[in-house]
């Protein structure tokens, strides 16, 4: 049994976490945290996500559960991910991160624990998603130099920080890696004004910030002629929560490495 801790508990991906791991007959929940200072310290967790009392509480440090959880489940911010990646790497804890939004420098400074912890990091847990990423690398090699324009289309909720998001930016990646193109190079995230035609290599990106949206990913391949879309919705975030248990439970028993969902799911 996988004993699993969750940070931001008191959110709602932190929340719909609490939930997925109650349905998981594979691991159990250790713990909760939430920001120091919460008044809900203390708070069942159980009732906190809405499953009823649980007589697991929320905490707000990492250190007064240390003994308890053997994996950390982390979906909150950068410079917070990193303090607990470190914490889990000096404490022999494994790690499971689906933030995103991280800048080159601090991609980086996740890198440099690839040899300290066991880590799985992804920007998306869904088991759909990273099966349509082995679908666009695929497309990419058929299509992607044979005259297809390429573009990535996600629409998210409003209340969504980051863009384009990480996702999206993932697709961009695995096709420019499938071409042989660097996506710093040639992705497009603006187009505004009098920017020129499309260039035959750009990868364009466009973003959508809307209502309660809770993720949509297109990629369209276009050319004259025919358009082919490869699509992934999402309608509830539990299906990135219970992804994101199934990488808590498959990262358990590994030694340090940096991971991703296509690892987990055996899709490499």
Same mark, same amino acid.
């Given at each position: +049994?996988t004993?699993v801790?969750?940070?931001?508990?008191?959110?709602? +991906?932190?929340?719909t976490l609490v $939930?997925a791991?109650e349905q998981?007959?594979?691991?159990?929940?250790?713990?909760?945290i939430?920001?120091?200072?919460?008044t809900?310290?203390?708070a !069942?967790?159980?009732?906190?996500a809405?499953?009823?009392k649980?007589?697991?509480?929320?905490?707000?440090?990492?250190q007064?559960?240390? !003994?308890?959880? !053997?994996?950390l489940? &982390?979906?909150?911010?950068?410079q917070?991910t990193?303090a =607990?990646l470190a914490?889990?790497a000096?404490?022999g804890?494994r790690?499971?991160?689906g933030?995103?939004g991280?800048?080159?420098d601090?991609?980086?400074q996740?890198d440099?624990?690839? =040899?300290?912890?066991?880590?799985v990091f992804?920007? $998306?847990?869904?088991?759909?998603? =990273?099966?349509?990423?082995?679908?666009?690398?695929?497309a990419?090699?058929?299509l992607? !130099?044979e005259?297809?324009?390429?573009?990535?289309?996600?629409?998210?909720?409003r209340h969504?920080?980051?863009?384009?998001?990480g996702?999206?930016? %993932? +697709?961009?990646e695995?096709?420019?890696e499938?071409?042989?193109?660097n996506l710093k190079e040639?992705?497009v995230?603006?187009r505004v004004?009098?920017?020129?035609?499309?260039? &035959?290599?750009e990868i364009g990106?466009?973003t959508?910030?809307a209502g309660?949206?809770v993720?949509?990913h297109?990629?369209?391949?276009?050319?004259?002629g025919?358009?082919?879309e490869?699509?992934h %919705?999402?309608?509830s975030?539990m299906?990135?929560?219970?992804?994101?248990?199934?990488a808590?439970?498959?990262v358990?028993d590994?030694?340090?490495?940096?991971y991703?969902?296509q690892?987990v799911?055996?899709?490499e």
């Amino acid at each position: +049994m996988t004993r699993v801790a969750i940070v931001g508990v008191a959110g709602r +991906m932190g929340r719909t976490l609490v $939930n997925a791991v109650e349905q998981d007959a594979e691991a159990t929940l250790a713990g909760g945290i939430v920001e120091p200072g919460s008044t809900l310290a203390g708070a !069942d967790l159980g009732e906190l996500a809405g499953v009823g009392k649980r007589s697991v509480v929320a905490v707000d440090s990492l250190q007064s559960i240390v !003994d308890d959880f !053997d994996v950390l489940i &982390d979906f909150t911010a950068p410079q917070v991910t990193l303090a =607990n990646l470190a914490f889990c790497a000096e404490h022999g804890k494994r790690i499971v991160i689906g933030t995103t939004g991280m800048s080159d420098d601090e991609l980086a400074q996740l890198d440099s624990y690839r =040899n300290k912890v066991a880590m799985v990091f992804a920007p $998306n847990m869904s088991v759909g998603v =990273n099966l349509t990423l082995k679908l666009l690398e695929t497309a990419a090699k058929a299509l992607g !130099d044979e005259g297809y324009d390429i573009e990535v289309i996600e629409s998210h909720h409003r209340h969504k920080v980051d863009a384009p998001s990480g996702t999206a930016i %993932k +697709m961009g990646e695995v096709i420019a890696e499938s071409l042989g193109r660097n996506l710093k190079e040639h992705g497009v995230f603006e187009r505004v004004g009098q920017c020129g035609p499309r260039t &035959d290599k750009e990868i364009g990106f466009a973003t959508v910030r809307a209502g309660d949206i809770v993720g949509e990913h297109t990629v369209m391949f276009a050319t004259e002629g025919e358009r082919i879309e490869i699509t992934h %919705k999402a309608s509830s975030r539990m299906t990135f929560a219970k992804g994101a248990v199934r990488a808590a439970r498959w990262v358990a028993d590994k030694e340090s490495g940096r991971y991703d969902m296509q690892d987990v799911l055996g899709l490499e």
